[in-house]
């Protein structure tokens, strides 16, 4: 893969309230007033991303799931209801994905392929979930985090694209989020609050020494992380360490992705496959027991 790799750029679309605090809250003026921020962000750039939408939030903004799908984006999966995927049981997982899958698919008439767990929450305790994916018709997966964290990460996956074995035996193609290999330690340059408190020239490092290794990198982001007077916004009591940790990094993290947009070629997930060659297997072994 040569400087112009062509990367990944994708958002997890979901309402921080909802997702964070109670699914059942109704939507914010804010989720959509964050998400059109995003839009225009990529529109100005002329960059497609894909766009993995949480079907509590599509079910009840249908009308801007249709206009990030007019706008040129690939439409996937975040799952329905935000629950952590090894909370849940494989029967559970399964009515959860199909749900959203169903009422994506419903309101774009497109195919829905890709999924990414809340959190990403499938680990090495809960690979029956890759199982259920194929089961359920999508065909590959950026949930696998290449690294140890407090709640979620498997930290000997590879970093860069691969198949995975699943427990069943099966294969589905994983992306997993861009980290960056730094005197033997992975460093989660890809998104999340890594990629807001990290120095952007350390992102850019980061990527550059994936697409050295003739790879590409997988960036995400949520709309919320556009919007740095949120909490002030919210007819919501956020307890204060939550604004604290929620919110650092907010005001200059749209600077950093539009730079990033300059500085590297990105594209939908699905166009990032489409540019890969034979893609190696990795072998995940058992993958624990499901949940109770």
């Known amino acids: 893969?040569?400087?112009?790799?062509?990367?990944?750029?994708?958002?997890?679309?979901?309402?921080?309230?909802?997702?964070?605090?109670?699914?059942?809250?109704?939507?914010?003026?804010?989720?959509?007033?964050?998400?059109?921020?995003?839009?225009?962000?990529?529109?100005?750039?002329?960059?497609k991303s894909t766009c993995f939408i949480l079907g509590l939030a599509a079910e009840k903004a249908p009308g801007l799931v249709r206009e990030i799908r007019a706008a040129g984006h690939e439409i996937q999966s975040h799952g329905y209801g935000h629950r952590l995927v090894y909370t849940q049981t494989p029967e559970q997982f399964r009515q959860d994905i199909d749900r959203a899958r169903k009422l994506l698919e419903d309101l774009t008439g497109a195919r829905i392929t890709g999924y990414r767990a809340p959190a990403f929450s499938i680990t090495r305790q809960n690979l029956w979930a890759l199982d259920v994916l194929l089961e359920t018709g999508h065909e590959y997966d950026s949930s696998i985090f290449p690294l140890r964290t407090r709640r979620y990460g498997i930290p000997d996956a590879p970093r860069h694209?691969?198949?995975?074995?699943?427990?069943?035996?099966?294969?589905?193609?994983?992306?997993?989020v861009a980290c960056y290999n730094v005197w033997g330690r992975r460093l989660p340059i890809g998104g999340g609050g890594y990629f807001r408190l990290f120095p952007y020239g350390l992102i850019r490092r980061?990527?550059?020494?994936?697409?050295?290794?003739?790879?590409?990198?997988?960036?995400?982001?949520?709309?919320?992380?556009?919007?740095?007077?949120?909490?002030?916004?919210?007819?919501?009591?956020?307890?204060?360490?939550?604004?604290?940790?929620?919110?650092?990094?907010?005001?200059g993290f749209p600077g950093k992705i539009d730079r990033l947009l300059l500085d590297f070629r990105f594209g939908t997930m699905g166009e990032v496959i489409g540019s890969l060659g034979e893609l190696p297997v990795y072998d995940y072994g058992a993958g624990g027991q499901p949940a109770a």
Request: proline share 9%; hydrophobic share 35%; charged share 25%.
């Open 161 to 176: 694209p691969h198949r995975a074995r699943t427990p069943a035996g099966n294969l589905i193609t994983e992306l997993p």
């Open 206 to 251: 980061g990527v550059r020494q994936i697409n050295t290794e003739s790879q590409p990198a997988t960036i995400y982001m949520h709309p919320y992380e556009y919007d740095p007077i949120e909490f002030d916004q919210l007819d919501y009591p956020v307890p204060w360490k939550m604004r604290l940790h929620q919110g650092l990094g907010r005001r």
């Open 1 to 47: 893969m040569s400087a112009a790799a062509l990367n990944a750029i994708s958002v997890d679309v979901e309402d921080w309230l909802q997702s964070t605090i109670d699914p059942e809250l109704p939507l914010t003026d804010r989720f959509h007033h964050s998400t059109r921020l995003v839009l225009e962000a990529f529109a100005k750039r002329g960059v």
